[in-house]
């Protein structure tokens, strides 16, 4: 007999690691609370996901044997999942209706905003779930509103906005001062508050004492559940039985050999490296950051795409050997829980941030673009658990000597070295209380189960 539940929740991420990752997690965490949850997803990531208790089911954005590289743009990809997601995703909603657990839910990434529409037209609730932080979420919002222009010009900072510490050019989103360069993006982080008027509520990956002044400046103009960190369960609370993983991954890590290596070396010792998914570093910037690995002197964990290798400089794996190892990915939650680990240096994606901050261990911010400069801004200047990078402004990317300086200061102890410990330890703890039974979060989350089992009624 099928099991009754109190709701279903249909769940619907961007189809890329950082955006079905969160949203992933926070369908483990309705599911744990006694909902149903099913993930909807296209055809080309449907086998990449899998979870306990979670159905996944998929929707089509147009592409669904090649994803977004057989689209080659972003605007024909978007237009194309817009078209097409809104089709299938009605197709998957009308399909569970005549069932015994009916979907009264569409938790939708935010950069999906006509899925609240496909909710509103099949009479059921439907919420936004940011991937930002909530002060990222805020620059977007007031550009979206006229509240701050684009492009943002030197002469225009420091940018002010409420709960936001001042922004110079360098800390905020990359293509705010050259809105030309990435188009389709700006335009779909806009989009993100086309509708959100009408949305029944709004989720953000944070928590409320990670950004207390950001989340009252917001208030202003909508009003936030925050309900992060969306880490794994067995990283914070441990709530989840087995939840050691986010359950979805586009690649296969090499858990086993990271771990083996990190046995052999000493507590707080080892820099893990590491720029994400979709960062691509060029051949001058591989080799400036391998080179200060290497006249660091302490030992490294760098993961470095297979399509990235060969920009590695000549002779560099084989001389570094007894005091680096380079894999191709691994499961960075278990890396940075390792306490050999003593620093992360990252491109400062908010959930490498969030898990960051999650796991305390300090970090050294090497942004790239989008909302990494925000992220970085914070890292140093707001939560005091890291350092950001200095670009040299003759090549346009971090030199070597600037690396090592960095790493210095992180992984040597002294006072700033110190005081940045302390401080991710005093993060690691808030993050965990948050989520934990009675925390802001858990409480936000429960929240919203109490008013959707009243819509359930």
Not at 16 to 34: D, Y
Not at 37 to 54: G, K, N
Not at 228 to 246: H, T
Request: negative net charge; hydrophobic residues 40%.
């Amino acid at each position: 007999m099928e099991k009754a539940y109190e709701g279903h929740v249909l769940v619907l991420p961007y189809p890329s690691q950082g955006h079905i990752n969160p949203l992933l997690q926070f369908a483990k965490r309705l599911v744990s609370k006694g909902l149903k949850a099913t993930i909807a997803t296209t055809h080309y990531t449907l086998s990449s996901i899998s979870a306990p208790f979670i159905t996944v089911e998929p929707i089509s954005d147009g592409f669904d044997h090649g994803g977004f590289a057989q689209a080659q743009s972003a605007d024909v990809f978007l237009e194309s999942f817009k078209s097409n997601g809104s089709r299938t995703l009605t197709q998957l909603i009308k399909k569970h209706q005549t069932t015994k657990n009916p979907i009264t839910c569409v938790v939708y990434d935010s950069f999906f905003p006509w899925a609240l529409e496909v909710a509103k037209e099949n009479g059921i609730l439907g919420a936004p779930f940011f991937t930002n932080s909530a002060a990222v979420s805020s620059i977007f919002s007031r550009i979206h509103g006229g509240m701050l222009r684009v492009p943002v010009r030197l002469e225009d900072c420091p940018v002010v906005l409420p709960g936001v510490p001042p922004l110079n050019l360098e800390d905020l989103p990359s293509f705010l001062n050259a809105p030309e360069s990435y188009p389709a993006y700006l335009k779909m982080k806009l989009n993100q508050f086309s509708n959100l008027e009408k949305a029944d509520w709004i989720f953000c990956n944070s928590f409320r004492s990670l950004e207390p002044e950001v989340v009252k400046g917001i208030g202003e103009q909508w009003s936030a559940k925050l309900i992060g960190p969306m880490v794994p369960s067995a990283y914070l609370d441990g709530r989840i039985e087995g939840d050691k993983g986010y359950g979805a991954s586009l690649w296969k890590p090499l858990n086993h050999e990271c771990t083996k290596w990190l046995e052999t070396k000493p507590q707080n010792s080892v820099i893990y490296v590491s720029f994400g998914s979709m960062v691509s570093l060029t051949q001058q910037e591989m080799e400036e950051i391998a080179y200060g690995l290497q006249e660091s002197r302490f030992d490294f964990l760098w993961v470095v795409k297979d399509s990235e290798t060969h920009k590695l400089p000549k002779g560099f794996l084989e001389s570094t050997k007894e005091k680096g190892m380079i894999v191709n990915w691994c499961n960075q939650l278990e890396i940075l829980a390792h306490s050999s680990v003593g620093c992360f240096v990252t491109h400062c994606g908010w959930n490498s941030t969030l898990e960051g901050l999650s796991l305390g261990v300090p970090m050294i911010g090497v942004p790239k673009w989008a909302d990494q400069m925000t992220d970085a801004k914070f890292i140093q200047d707001v939560w005091g658990v890291g350092v950001r990078v200095k670009v040299d402004s003759n090549i346009g990317i971090v030199k070597r000597e600037e690396l090592v300086s960095c790493l210095n200061k992180v992984m040597n102890e002294g006072g700033k070295s110190l005081q940045m410990e302390k401080n991710a330890g005093k993060w690691k703890e808030l993050a965990k209380e948050a989520i934990s039974e009675g925390g802001s979060s858990d409480i936000a989350i429960d929240e919203f189960l109490v008013a959707l089992k009243g819509f359930c009624i």
